[in-house]
């Protein structure tokens, strides 16, 4: 089969959004494109309308327009970016009478501008110059020089060093159509060539984007019409590149991934679904389009399984602060508190096991091991972190070699790296250590001959680009050398010449000049005239002088003039075949780069485990959570940071007796920070890290549940309330035994006995449906009766001390119920006035007084547990007479029917 061609055309979406989406693909593949009519082009320059033909194939896409040492824009890209930029608007000719608005950037720092529009949602299309006024005129070209666009440049593409935050990686998405009730998602790190695809059913899809936070989204068109979906994506909606369904297409998928690799299957890769390839398929077609050129792809795509990793949705990732704070800052967060990485790879490496927590014991046990090796040989760990420290960035710098936009300093970057990788190694040559650890030690490989050759071939001192040269150091190449030195000393060769005619001539007054339009010239006065040579050849009579020239002369001024651009060339020569060298042998840099990441992240989580107390946590199969001396890594932190009291530590024991504890205390009294650092002490754990407490037993956790906080989402017309119970209910129908729940209040915002009647319901449901380890807190105190009722939950308070009036939190959980909240005695200590707070004293006592016990209803609602429709369909099933796709057949129209 043929392999369909991408459109390159572009559209947008709505530009009211202050945002350039680029359609890459406004055509189905399989037809011809219909290019718009040129209009009103005539009353144009022929540069301006060579702009007008290169706009018109990219209309919704800023046009980078390269003209000498800018890059201009006219028209509305010119109001656009200049109001985008804060940079002057001017103007540049007339069209149709009017002005035409002009604004433009220095190409020398082009990237800053260039980051700047990027950051604020445009696509930006830089057009080349492909030739340079010399070539243009050999080939007796009259109009304007050749140019075209050599790159769209969007969020989810740049590759650019000082566009890219360091420590966070730059995902680039495509969702696929819903496919056999799945939905594909692949998703690139173009800067570091990291490659995964997944599935997912619809409900999931809003957790799998918060794990991977892309930094661009393509998605089919006709996805944007489904309600259900676009709600799923709100909150991504100024990410999202949509483009016709077309291009979605699973075949084209299948042969773009084969093309790629070049491959004749990509089944050597693994078994993808065909919502995956859907997905696949449409993202290198997007990268093929956007960049330009020939991709080289350094990572093969990898398949991350089902059930291989612990869910966490959006809503607990946000309340839980895993990556960035509520306020949206990194600082304060809990990646920010445990990184102790000293590379960016490994920073990277670090945020991405965060948010994706193991469920394999094995390799939880692998990378618990690596890190316990490191807290057990300080000195080892010493060592390595300080060769990291030395370490650059080579996965990103590969990845620039790769797809031909390396520099001179990339080339150093992967020499030094390399070198240091191998310092690594050898330094651990015959030292036992984990099993996993020496796996990685055997993968930093060895690199000694490309190591060299770059250490001979490279520069003491490397420019910025190519195009500055001298990154080919002296003695590496003898030819460049040669025209080096004629062109770093022009002026002693014609010295040594001047010298050479004046002694042969005997004219002690003679010299050698040189203008712009005879070039290198001989000098001298008429009255030396009857002493040139015959060889002299004449150039020019002026009334003082005449001017001569010979071949010698001739030669030298080729020579000097050709010396500059043969030493650009040799040098451009010589890089590409260090570019080439570092292409065979990518698959081996990769290995390194990611073990050397690795390395660094069992490092760091070592390290922090020392500085911070943390223990080696036991996970198991079992359904156990005994955490004793447990403490919140962020917050123990922050105090130990300024010196305050130290944390309160405090304990927590589930098991197959105790399911969920109840907790009822005051407000500041430390309830909502005891629910938060359970969850995190899970998360830490299945990601191979040590945890903070004393010691800690795990059973595995598939998913972790946080209604914890909550506040109005105005753009979906949602309440508080209704945000809290749409967050309540997917814990209710997804939570498992497996699962660990934390709750902090269900019930706020409505009437006071809808609110209890709902946390009673719901404490319940968990305790007889659910059965998942769950922490609740409440100021119902209502609820604590359950304990009577249901034999699996239990209380526990926070203790506190009532003196002089004033009420001592301790910050301690203990057994037991709390009898109030001391809601006034924290209005007080937040400044509410004096006489507020004696009202409501007496308010209070009077309510207190009047209120009536509320019982628990002797016969709690539960589920039905008559044999529905549905069950009487699957009983009366003959599995074994079904053939495989009578079976697949009667699995879907059972899930449709479930739904």
């Given at each position: 089969m043929e392999l369909k061609p991408p459109s390159p055309t572009l559209r947008a979406t709505s530009p009211s959004r202050g945002e350039v989406l680029v359609d890459l693909f406004s055509a189905p593949a399989q037809q011809p494109i219909e290019q718009k009519p040129q209009e009103k082009t005539v009353k144009l320059t022929p540069v301006m309308a060579q702009y007008q033909d290169m706009k018109q194939e990219y209309p919704d896409a800023l046009l980078f327009f390269r003209l000498g040492d800018f890059y201009e824009l006219f028209f509305e890209d010119a109001v656009t970016a200049a109001k985008a930029?804060?940079?002057?608007?001017?103007?540049?000719?007339?069209?149709?009478?009017?002005?035409?608005?002009?604004?433009?950037?220095?190409?020398?720092?082009?990237?800053?501008?260039?980051?700047?529009?990027?950051?604020?949602?445009?696509?930006?299309?830089v057009c080349e110059q492909m030739e340079d006024p010399a070539e243009a005129k050999k080939r007796g070209a009259k109009g304007p020089l050749k140019r075209d666009v050599v790159r769209v440049v969007t969020p989810g593409t740049i590759t650019e060093e000082n566009l890219l935050e360091a420590r966070q990686s730059n995902f680039l998405i495509a969702i696929s159509p819903v496919t056999n009730h799945q939905i594909g998602i692949a998703c690139i790190d173009l800067s570091t060539g990291a490659f995964?695809?997944?599935?997912?059913?619809?409900?999931?899809?809003?957790?799998?984007?918060?794990?991977?936070?892309?930094?661009?989204?393509?998605?089919?068109?006709?996805?944007?019409?489904?309600?259900?979906?676009?709600?799923?994506?709100?909150?991504?909606?100024?990410?999202?590149?949509?483009?016709?369904?077309?291009?979605?297409?699973?075949?084209?998928?299948?042969?773009?991934?084969?093309?790629?690799?070049?491959?004749?299957?990509?089944d050597a890769f693994g078994t993808f679904n065909s919502a995956e390839i859907r997905a696949a398929g449409t993202l290198i077609d997007y990268i093929h389009v956007t960049q330009k050129a020939s991709l080289r792809l350094v990572d093969r795509p990898r398949q991350i399984k089902p059930n291989s990793i612990m869910t966490i949705d959006a809503p607990t990732r946000r309340s839980l602060e895993l990556h960035l704070t509520q306020s949206g800052q990194r600082q304060g967060s809990l990646l920010e508190t445990i990184d102790y990485t000293v590379t960016a790879a490994g920073s990277r490496l670090l945020s991405m096991q965060l948010a994706a927590p193991l469920l394999s014991l094995v390799a939880i046990q692998e990378r618990q091991d690596n890190v316990t090796y490191f807290v057990q040989n300080k000195n080892e760990r010493n060592h390595v972190r300080d060769c990291l420290k030395q370490t650059p960035d080579m996965e990103r710098a590969l990845s620039r070699i790769n797809m031909m936009r390396g520099s001179p300093r990339d080339l150093a970057c992967l020499r030094d790296g390399l070198a240091m990788a191998m310092q690594i190694r050898h330094y651990f040559d015959g030292v036992e250590t984990s099993s996993g650890l020496g796996k990685h030690l055997q993968r930093l490989g060895h690199h000694t001959p490309i190591v060299d050759k770059l250490n001979r071939a490279l520069a003491d001192e490397l420019p910025f680009y190519t195009r500055d040269g001298g990154f080919i150091r002296e003695g590496f190449h003898g030819e460049l050398d040669t025209y080096r030195y004629l062109r770093d000393n022009t002026k002693d060769h014609i010295a040594q010449l001047q010298a050479d005619y004046v002694a042969r001539t005997g004219i002690t007054t003679l010299k050698i000049k040189h203008n712009n339009i005879i070039g290198y010239h001989i000098d001298v006065t008429p009255s030396h005239a009857n002493k040139i040579p015959d060889d002299f050849i004449h150039r020019q009579t002026l009334a003082s002088s005449l001017r001569y020239s010979t071949p010698e002369l001739a030669e030298l001024e080729r020579k000097i003039t050709g010396a500059a651009q043969q030493v650009m060339e040799i040098e451009l020569r010589l890089f590409a075949d260090l570019v080439q060298d570092i292409q065979q042998v990518t698959d081996d840099i990769l290995r390194c780069c990611r073990s050397l990441a690795a390395i660094d992240v069992s490092a760091a989580l070592a390290q922090l485990a020392e500085h911070q107390n943390f223990c080696c946590p036991v996970v198991d199969e079992s359904l156990a959570f005994n955490v004793e001396g447990?403490?919140?890594?962020?917050?123990?932190?922050?105090?130990?940071?300024?010196?305050?009291?130290?944390?309160?530590?405090?304990?927590c024991r589930f098991n197959d007796d105790t399911k969920m504890f109840l907790i009822t205390g005051p407000n500041m009294a430390g309830k909502s920070t005891y629910l938060r650092q359970n969850a995190l002490i899970a998360i830490l754990a299945q990601m191979g890290s040590y945890v903070p407490a004393t010691s800690a037993q795990i059973g595995i956790v598939d998913r972790i549940f946080s209604r914890v906080g909550a506040s109005d989402d105005l753009a979906s017309g949602r309440s508080t309330f209704m945000v809290e119970m749409v967050e309540t209910a997917a814990?209710?129908?997804?939570?498992?035994?497996?699962?660990?729940?934390?709750?902090?209040?269900?019930?706020?915002?409505?009437?006071?006995?809808?609110?209890?009647?709902?946390?009673?319901?719901?404490?319940?449901?968990?305790?007889?449906?659910?059965?998942?380890r769950t922490l609740f807190a409440t100021h119902y105190h209502e609820l604590t009766q359950l304990k009577d009722k249901i034999p699996t939950l239990k209380c526990l308070t926070v203790r506190i001390k009532e003196w002089d009036g004033k009420v001592i939190f301790m910050h301690e959980v203990i057994e037991g119920s709390a009898d109030k909240s001391y809601g006034i005695h924290v209005a007080a200590l937040a400044g509410l006035p004096e006489s507020v707070i004696h009202r409501a004293t007496g308010i209070l006592s009077g309510l207190e007084s009047e209120r009536n016990d509320i019982t628990i209803p002797d016969t709690p609602v539960v589920a039905t547990t008559t044999v529905s429709q549905l069950e009487r369909q699957l009983l009366s099933l003959d599995v074994d007479s079904l053939s495989p796709r009578q079976a697949l057949d009667t699995l879907y129209a059972l899930k449709k029917q479930a739904r």
């Open positions: 930029l804060d940079i002057v608007l001017t103007k540049r000719g007339k069209n149709e009478g009017e002005d035409i608005p002009m604004c433009g950037v220095p190409a020398h720092a082009y990237e800053s501008y260039l980051a700047r529009l990027i950051q604020k949602g445009f696509k930006v299309a995964l695809v997944e599935s997912t059913d619809m409900s999931g899809l809003p957790g799998v984007l918060s794990r991977l936070n892309p930094a661009e989204i393509i998605i089919p068109d006709r996805l944007m019409m489904e309600p259900t979906l676009y709600d799923h994506l709100a909150q991504w909606k100024k990410k999202l590149s949509p483009l016709p369904l077309a291009r979605f297409d699973l075949e084209n998928g299948r042969l773009r991934l084969e093309s790629a690799y070049k491959v004749k299957t990509i447990g403490f919140h890594p962020v917050i123990a932190d922050l105090l130990k940071a300024k010196s305050e009291e130290s944390f309160v530590a405090n304990s814990i209710l129908h997804q939570a498992t035994e497996r699962s660990f729940v934390i709750l902090d209040e269900i019930g706020r915002g409505t009437a006071t006995y809808d609110g209890l009647s709902i946390a009673w319901a719901v404490t319940e449901h968990i305790c007889q449906t659910n059965h998942s």
